[in-house]
């Protein structure tokens, strides 16, 4: 058996094997989703200011 803790809320999870949490390294869906979210947020922050310049020479 071994133990990890939630990324997202630091609660103790104990498994025999990865698989057993189907939501690792989280404790459920709602860790993950809240962990994934402040993760895009911060992806999106550093691309949201793209030059319009820069869109129009993808098309090509
Ligand atoms: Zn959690």
Avoid: A, H
């Amino acid at each position: 058996m071994s133990k990890i803790k939630c990324r997202n809320c630091g609660k103790e999870l104990i498994y025999n094997v990865i698989s057993d949490i189907p939501t690792f390294p989280f404790c459920s869906e709602r860790c993950k989703l809240i962990d994934l979210g402040s993760w895009f947020d911060e992806e999106r922050r550093i691309e949201d200011p793209v030059p319009d310049d820069q869109i129009e020479s993808n098309d090509t």
